[in-house]
C-alpha cells in the first residue's frame, strides 16, 4: 500500500507565505514524476506545479515567480513554497505522484490540504 500524506497548509494573509509538504510511504520501488494540484470552491482541479525525478519543473501561469516545487528523492518527500500569496490562491491542494510498487506502476493522490489567503 502507498500513502501521500500533505502537510503545511493553513490560513495566511496575502502577500504571505506557506510551504507545503507532501509524503510518500508504503511499499514504493520508485517515484517518477510528483507534482501539486488544487481544488477551489466550485472549480475543477487544477494543475499547479509539477517536478521530475531529475529535478525538471513545470509550472501553471498563474503561480510562475511565486512558487516553487522541489523534492528530496531521499525521502521520497515533495515541496510547494508558496510566496506572495493571492486570495485566488485559496483552494485544497492535493499532492500526486506516480509510483512504482513491486506489482506495477500507478499514480495516487493525497488527501489534501487546505490553503486560505485571507485579505
Known amino acids: 500500500q502507498v500513502q501521500l500524506v500533505e502537510s503545511g497548509g493553513g490560513l495566511v494573509q496575502a502577500g504571505g507565505s506557506l510551504r507545503l509538504s507532501c509524503n510518500a510511504s508504503g511499499s514504493i520501488r520508485s517515484i517518477s514524476t510528483m507534482g501539486w494540484y488544487r481544488q477551489a470552491p466550485g472549480k475543477q482541479r487544477e494543475l499547479v506545479a509539477t517536478?521530475?525525478?531529475?529535478?525538471?519543473?513545470n509550472y501553471v501561469d498563474s503561480v510562475k515567480g511565486r512558487f516553487t516545487i522541489s523534492r528530496d528523492n531521499a525521502k521520497n518527500t515533495v515541496y510547494l513554497l508558496m510566496n506572495s500569496l493571492k486570495v485566488e490562491d485559496t483552494a485544497v491542494y492535493y499532492c500526486?505522484?506516480?509510483?512504482?510498487?513491486?506489482?506495477?506502476?500507478?499514480?495516487?493522490w493525497g488527501q489534501g490540504t487546505q490553503v486560505i489567503v485571507s485579505s
Open positions: 500526486n505522484a506516480d509510483i512504482t510498487v513491486y506489482w506495477g506502476r500507478s499514480n495516487y
Open positions: 517536478i521530475t525525478r531529475s529535478g525538471s519543473t
